[in-house]
């Protein structure tokens, strides 16, 4: 599996440079996000601007980091998205659970208010 990783200090964009997210990727994408979360990246944008295809494993994977990051920061899709990712993700009605962005400087300015958002709510309690 291709990928870059840029970590920043507030997230960590992590860019999948194959174009299939398959079974043959996804079990070293899933322990890529078991790391990087146990490393303590608080904020992930998944960038898959370059993915064109995505199976069930691939769907699983992405799943997998959204459950990792759910009480912990955010885990922010960024794209834009291929049209048969789009279609896999609406088929599978995951676009009201996952966090779709269609670029990664708006996927960033999302993380920054998200960030501000939880530390008013920490500071009310």
């Given at each position: 599996?291709?990928?870059?990783?840029?970590?920043?200090?507030?997230?960590?964009?992590?860019?999948?440079?194959?174009?299939?997210?398959n079974s043959v990727v996804a079990p070293d994408l899933k322990s890529e996000f078991i790391f990087l979360r146990n490393e303590g990246v608080k904020n992930l944008i998944f960038d898959?601007?370059?993915?064109?295809?995505?199976?069930?494993?691939?769907?699983?994977?992405?799943?997998?980091?959204?459950?990792?990051?759910?009480d912990y920061g955010s885990f922010v899709i960024a794209g834009p998205l291929a049209d048969a990712v789009k279609?896999?993700?609406?088929?599978?009605?995951?676009?009201?659970?996952l966090t779709i962005i269609p670029t990664v400087s708006?996927?960033?300015?999302?993380?920054?208010?998200?960030e501000i958002e939880r530390s008013m709510l920490s500071e009310e309690e």
């Open positions: 599996m291709k990928f870059e990783l840029d970590k920043q200090e507030k997230y960590s964009i992590f860019k999948i440079e194959d174009t299939n997210l898959m601007s370059e993915v064109q295809y995505v199976d069930s494993s691939g769907l699983s994977s992405i799943l997998t980091a959204n459950r990792l990051w759910k279609r896999l993700i609406e088929i599978s009605r995951l676009e009201t659970i708006e996927s960033i300015e999302f993380v920054f208010m998200e």
